[in-house]
Nanobody, 124 residues
Framework: QVQLIESGGGSVQPGGSLRLSCEVS????????GGWFRQTPGKEREFLAT????????YYGDAVKGRFTISRDNAKNTMYIQMDNLKPEDTAVYHC?????????????????WGQGTQVTVSP
């Protein structure tokens, strides 16, 4: 049974930082491209970042480029996203996902498995 479990969400003031983790089980993690997305009510899921299977290629969405950093530790079957200089518009439910492919993937439809999400709230 494949499971992706996000953790690390919470409430933070503008300008603050959070680090989200995504623990993956039930599959061979280093065979999968990783990605982070977020969603707010009434909006489509927004691409944030993707990382290749061995972690050497990373790509970011325009809204988070320069503020967020994706990484992975294949030995721990875990993916991370470090979020700095958070803004109120970053408030959303954050999801991790994996795709059984190569390279990197920005399209949510390319991902095979998803976590349930963790809430991030940025407010004064």
């Amino acid at each position: 049974q494949v499971q992706l479990i996000e953790s690390g969400g919470g409430s933070v003031q503008p300008g603050g930082s959070l680090r989200l983790s995504c623990e993956v089980s039930g599959l061979t993690f280093n065979w999968y491209v990783g990605g982070w997305f977020r969603q707010t009510p009434g909006k489509e899921r927004e691409f944030l970042a993707t990382v290749s299977r061995n972690g050497d290629i990373k790509y970011y969405g325009d809204a988070v480029k320069g503020r967020f950093t994706i990484s992975r530790d294949n030995a721990k079957n875990t993916m991370y996203i470090q979020m700095d200089n958070l803004k109120p518009e970053d408030t959303a439910v954050y999801h991790c996902a994996v795709s059984h492919t190569t390279g990197t993937r920005q399209n949510a439809d390319d991902y095979d498995y998803w976590g349930q999400g963790t809430q991030v709230t940025v407010s004064p």
